[in-house]
């Protein structure tokens, strides 16, 4: 039976003031926190937070790995228990994605993210990347083994949760009307960051794919976001708040799921009130987010942190990050605030600012390079900062757990 597209009407609350306003707040902040480093240090922070995205999406499916093995992987370091090994190809592949999404963005400044073509190609570049294993998924009732084909709409019918998926016949019609009303060129003001929240249950709605939809979502909304654009994402993302609230966020879906409750509840087939409610607990988690990282990245933080990393090098209370050891000079925290604060600093910049001997201060150099806390194209070219998955625990507390914490959980 097909079932027409509006039946996942309304598709953007009706004008709400509240929304309107922490849409406003959610841009004014996220654009502060743009402006609050150096270009070329955005660059690293967002390297480290395509780790982060990964690990916490991944997380939402159920699937751990910790930062530290997934840039293991990115090494061609992979784990030799087999099934860790998966797990670090599954996160390459979401982190694979986000670069191929950022430089379709690029290429392409008029796309439209919620294009039916655009949401298959996300599922067939996350899929193409994953393991064999992880392409497979099992009935319900365990009688049968399907493959799941990267970028191709689902032929069968789901159930997840209480959630009845639309019939594989009118999953074409649905996106159709999805790619049409989410084009983000018919939305002005805050209101394509309202339409990034409501399109992001949608898309979980209508189900396209037999597996993989919570990820393409997350992917699809992060892809919505910087097309907007909405300056200073990058430097934050939806899915480590949506991971840290996995119950909050699996119930508002549940809740925007329902069908209209009464005649004061929209005039649509869908619940106005639960797609109000999911919306404002979405901007609530960008706001969050914001939050914490324009707390963690003030630059006088920063520079404490980094002050505080080097004395424990220095004293050998943490270890280095290579094997062999050495005990790192305090001089060379100056070198670190200075590349985090200037972006990009030639060499001889570097020794002149931390004050040593110009031969103490080549090996103090050539000791943050071989650590990888910092890095340079050319032999002898200027070094920018470089915010491993080792430097970044001690940087940025809580952005993701220890692996200690890991291992309890």
Request: proline share 5%; charged share 25%.
């Given at each position: 039976?097909?079932?027409?597209?509006h039946?996942?009407?309304?598709?953007?609350?009706?004008r709400?003031?509240?929304?309107?306003?922490?849409?406003?707040?959610?841009?004014?902040?996220?654009?502060?926190?743009?402006?609050?480093?150096?270009?070329?240090?955005q660059?690293?922070?967002?390297?480290?937070?395509?780790?982060?995205?990964?690990?916490?999406?991944?997380?939402?499916?159920?699937?751990?790995?910790?930062?530290?093995?997934?840039?293991?992987?990115?090494?061609?370091?992979?784990?030799?228990?087999?099934?860790?090994?998966?797990?670090?190809?599954?996160?390459?592949?979401?982190?694979?994605?986000?670069k191929?999404?950022?430089?379709?963005?690029?290429?392409?400044?008029?796309?439209?993210?919620?294009?039916?073509?655009?949401?298959c190609?996300?599922?067939?570049?996350?899929?193409?990347?994953?393991?064999?294993?992880?392409?497979?998924?099992?009935?319900?009732?365990?009688?049968?083994?399907?493959?799941?084909?990267?970028?191709?709409?689902?032929?069968?019918?789901?159930?997840?949760?209480?959630?009845?998926?639309p019939?594989?016949?009118?999953?074409?019609?649905?996106?159709?009307?999805?790619?049409?009303?989410?084009?983000?060129?018919?939305?002005?003001?805050?209101?394509?960051?309202?339409?990034?929240?409501?399109?992001?249950?949608?898309?979980?709605?209508?189900?396209?794919?037999?597996?993989?939809?919570?990820?393409?979502?997350?992917?699809?909304?992060?892809a919505?976001?910087?097309?907007?654009?909405?300056?200073?994402?990058?430097?934050?993302?939806?899915?480590?708040?949506?991971?840290?609230?996995?119950?909050?966020?699996?119930?508002?879906?549940?809740?925007?799921?329902?069908?209209?409750?009464?005649?004061?509840?929209?005039?649509?087939?869908?619940?106005?009130?639960?797609?109000?409610?999911?919306?404002?607990?979405?901007?609530?988690?960008?706001q969050?987010?914001?939050?914490?990282?324009?707390?963690?990245?003030?630059?006088?933080?920063?520079?404490d942190?980094?002050?505080?990393?080097?004395?424990?090098?220095?004293?050998?209370?943490?270890?280095?990050?290579?094997?062999?050891?050495?005990?790192m000079?305090?001089?060379?925290?100056?070198?670190?605030?200075?590349?985090?604060?200037?972006?990009?600093?030639?060499?001889?910049?570097?020794?002149?600012?931390?004050?040593?001997?110009?031969?103490?201060?080549?090996?103090?150099?050539?000791?943050?390079?071989?650590?990888g806390?910092l890095?340079s194209?050319?032999?002898?070219?200027p070094?920018?900062?470089?915010?491993?998955?080792?430097?970044?625990?001690?940087?940025?507390?809580?952005?993701?757990?220890?692996?200690?914490?890991?291992?309890?959980?």
């Open positions: 039976m097909v079932l027409a597209p039946l996942m009407d309304p598709l953007i609350p009706d709400r003031e509240d929304l309107e306003d922490m849409a406003r707040n959610i841009v004014a902040k996220s654009a502060a926190l743009g402006g609050q480093l150096h270009p070329i240090t660059d690293a922070v967002a390297g480290l937070l395509r780790i982060v995205n990964s690990y916490y999406s991944n997380l939402i499916e159920g699937h751990s790995t910790h930062p530290v093995e997934i840039e293991q992987a990115m090494r061609e370091d992979y784990s030799q228990d087999p099934a860790k090994r998966e797990l670090q190809q599954e996160s390459l592949a979401h982190i694979a994605c986000q191929k999404i950022a430089n379709a963005l690029d290429s392409q400044p008029d796309i439209n993210p919620a294009s039916r073509e655009f949401i190609w996300i599922h067939e570049e996350v899929y193409k990347e994953l393991p064999e294993k992880f392409q497979w998924i099992t009935t319900k009732d365990k009688s049968e083994r399907i493959r799941v084909h990267g970028g191709q709409l689902r032929t069968r019918d789901i159930e997840v949760g209480r959630h009845v998926g019939p594989p016949e009118s999953i074409g019609a649905f996106l159709d009307r999805f790619e049409s009303f989410y084009d983000i060129s018919k939305h002005h003001g805050v209101t394509p960051l309202i339409a990034a929240a409501a399109g992001h249950h949608r898309l979980m709605w209508i189900h396209p794919f037999l597996d993989g939809n919570g990820r393409t979502a997350r992917l699809f909304t992060d919505y976001l910087k097309r907007i654009p909405l300056p200073g994402y990058g430097l934050w993302n939806i899915s480590r708040g949506l991971a840290r609230r996995r119950s909050d966020y699996m119930g508002a879906l549940s809740h925007a799921d329902a069908t209209r409750r009464n005649d004061l509840d929209g005039r649509g087939n869908l619940s106005r009130e639960g797609l109000i409610d999911f919306c404002r607990f979405f901007l609530k988690i960008c969050d987010q914001i939050k914490y990282m324009t707390d963690l990245l003030n630059l006088d933080g920063l520079r942190r980094i002050s505080g990393y080097i004395r424990l090098r220095a004293e050998k209370l943490i270890a280095s990050p290579t094997p062999d050891g050495r005990p000079k305090v001089e060379a925290a100056y070198m670190l605030i200075e590349a985090l604060t200037r972006g990009e600093v030639p060499r001889g910049d570097m020794i002149r600012v931390s004050g040593l001997a110009e031969r103490t201060g080549r090996q103090v150099l050539s000791q943050l390079l071989e650590d806390l890095s194209n050319m032999p002898r070219g070094v920018r900062l470089v915010l491993s998955t080792h430097f970044a625990s001690y940087l940025f507390q809580n952005l993701y757990p220890s692996q200690m914490d890991v291992g309890r959980e």
